[in-house]
C-alpha cells in the first residue's frame, strides 16, 4: 500500500492504509511528515480506486480544525511543505503515540449501535432502552477503542481497559479531553446545520509528557457528519443519516462484498458521490 515518494530532505518511514509518514533526513530534526494520500479504507481494507483530491481535502479539514481547537496542545509543528506534497502534507512533531482511538459519540450508530443491539450498552455503559439507530444520546459518550496492531482490527474497549493501558490519570486525560473537544466541535458544526454525530481522535505524548492532539482532526474519514434538517425530517434511518463522509463507502461495500478475500472495486458512481460529498462538507464547514 505504499506510494513512497522521492522528498529532497525527507525519508519514507510508514505507510498507514491513509497516511505516509516522512521523516527529517537531519538528524537535529524531530519532525514528522505527514503525506495525507487519496487512498480510502473501510472496515480496515485499503480499497481502490482512491477518491480524487481526497488528500487534500482531508488535510484542509483536518487544519482548519487544529485552528478551531488550538486551546488544546496538538502536535502541528512549524516548517515549509515540500513542493512535492503541497497542499495535502502537514508537519508534525513526533510523538510517543497512545495505542487508543478516542471515539466520541454524541449520536448511536455503527459500532456503537451493534453493540447497543446485542447487550443494551456501548463499551460496557448501560445505555437507555428504545434507542433507534441514529438517535441523539442523552451526553456524549467517550467509547474507546484498542488501536490494533497492523493487520489486525480495532476493537471497542471499556474505560477500565483504558485505565489498564495508560494509567488511571492518563485515562482520565484522554476521556475528558476527548469530551471537551467533540462538544466544543459538535457545537461549531451545529452552527453550520451539521450534525457531527461521532469522531475519533488519537493521542500522542511530548518528550515532557505533554499529551498532545495528533493525526488528523474531525475529517470525514474519522467522524461522521449528518445534515441537521435532513437528520431531523427523515423517516428512517438511512434518511436521518445522509452522510458526508465515508458512510457512503462502507454501506456499497457492506451490501457487495461478504468481507471474505479481496474487497470489490468501488464503482465509479460512488468515487464521484464521496468525492462531492467530501468537498461539500469542507465548504459548508469552513466555507
Ligand atoms: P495504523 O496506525 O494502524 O497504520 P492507519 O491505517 O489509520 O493506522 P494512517 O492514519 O494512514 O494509519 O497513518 C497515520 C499514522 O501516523 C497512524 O499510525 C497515526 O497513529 C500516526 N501518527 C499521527 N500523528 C502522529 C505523530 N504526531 N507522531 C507519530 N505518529 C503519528
Ligand atoms: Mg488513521
Known sequence: MSEA???????????GKVRDLYASEDPADTRLLVVASDRVSAFDFVLSPGI?????LLTSLSTWWFQQLADVPN???EGEIPDAVAGRAMLAMALEMLPIECVVRGYITGSGWAEYVHSGTVCGIPLPAGLKNGDRLPEPLFTPAYKAPMGEHDENITFEKVVELVGAERAAELRDTSIALYTRAAAIAEE???ILADT???FGTDADGTL???DEVLTSDSSRYWDAETWRTGATPDERMASFDKQIVRDWLASNWDKQGEP???PEEIVERTAARYRELIERLAG
Open 264 to 266: 470489490p472495486a468501488l
Open 200 to 202: 475519533k481522535f488519537e
Open 75 to 77: 502536535h502541528i509543528a
Open 52 to 56: 480524487p483530491k481526497k488528500g487534500e
Open 5 to 15: 515518494l522521492s522528498i529532497p530532505g525527507w525519508r519514507h518511514i510508514y505507510s
Open 212 to 214: 498532545r492532539l495528533a
Open 192 to 194: 453550520k446545520g451539521l
